[in-house]
């Protein structure tokens, strides 16, 4: 196989030239436009989509997470290590490299995947990183693979998770968590609030509040406070106190006796 200056582009992008160029583009083959050559020449067979590169760079990308977990965290728990590793593993984080890869730009789509926005959709994308991962793995090895996930997918989620969480470097996103359960539980709204800033330029603490809106009042039913280096890391915290609370309000409907003996929640909570 030629290679074309679109390939070309990538490979650079990718820093990995392929030995192989085959396996870059099954990577990039999407099962649509697989299909539609299958029936356009009226054959049989293995239609060479990335459906088994997807599987394959799946493997390879928990593997080398793991690995690297263990390197970086050999204080942490096999249950932390797992629910970090489930993260950075996970569509929601595996979208971003994807598109900061551009890879739509090259996917090969059928007609009717093309029309859809099929280079914009975040499956779509997550599905053939996954894929390059594969190609790279089978055309460099396990090191090449593992030098790729380093730079482009691990590296950069980790350096901003320390950033803004420091030594406890949570594996749940609290913010995104408590909107979905304020949301499946009722309430309005949550809104988050800078309290107080106080400190030197250098050394600044920050004083969140997380604020979770019931439907009958304007005044906040729940406030989850807490104190951090930054606005970030103290939202997150302020936003864990009161998905405490979000939480409990589920507890409480499955188990009514519990909710007679639970009382009024505190209005507030400090880290």
Do not use: C, W
């Not at 992008?13 to 009226?42: I, M, V, W």
């Not at 929601?92 to 280079?119: F, I, M």
């Not at 499946?184 to 004083?207: C, I």
Request: net charge neutral; hydrophobic share 35%; aromatic share 6%.
């Amino acid at each position: 196989m030629t290679k074309t200056r679109e390939t070309v582009a990538l490979e650079k992008a990718l820093d990995h030239k392929f030995e192989n160029p085959e396996l870059l583009e099954r990577a990039l083959t999407h099962s649509s436009y697989a299909r539609e050559l299958r029936d356009h020449a009226h054959a049989d067979g293995d239609p060479m989509d990335n459906e088994q590169f997807e599987f394959i760079g799946d493997s390879v990308l928990a593997f080398v997470t793991s690995q690297e977990l263990v390197k970086r965290f050999p204080h942490f728990q096999e249950g932390e290590l797992s629910k970090l590793r489930a993260y950075l593993v996970s569509a929601r984080h595996l979208v971003q490299p994807a598109r900061n890869l551009d890879l739509g730009k090259y996917l090969r789509l059928g007609r009717g995947e093309e029309r859809s926005g099929g280079r914009n959709k975040s499956a779509i994308l997550v599905d053939a990183l996954e894929a390059v991962i594969a190609a790279i793995y089978q055309d460099g090895g396990l090191r090449a693979a593992h030098k790729f996930i380093l730079r482009e997918i691990l590296r950069p989620e980790l350096k901003r998770i320390e950033l803004e969480h420091g030594d406890e470097l949570p594996v749940t996103d609290y913010k995104s968590a408590l909107q979905e359960q304020a949301h499946a539980a009722g309430r309005k709204r949550v809104v988050y609030a800078l309290v107080k800033e106080e400190g030197p330029e250098h050394r600044k603490t920050f004083t969140i509040e997380a604020r979770v809106f019931g439907n009958s009042t304007e005044e906040p039913e729940f406030v989850g406070r807490a104190e951090g280096p930054t606005k970030k890391r103290a939202e997150q915290t302020a936003a864990r106190h009161a998905l405490q609370y979000v939480e409990s309000l589920g507890q409480e409907k499955a188990t009514p006796q519990a909710k007679k003996s639970a009382g009024t929640p505190k209005p507030a909570l400090s880290e």
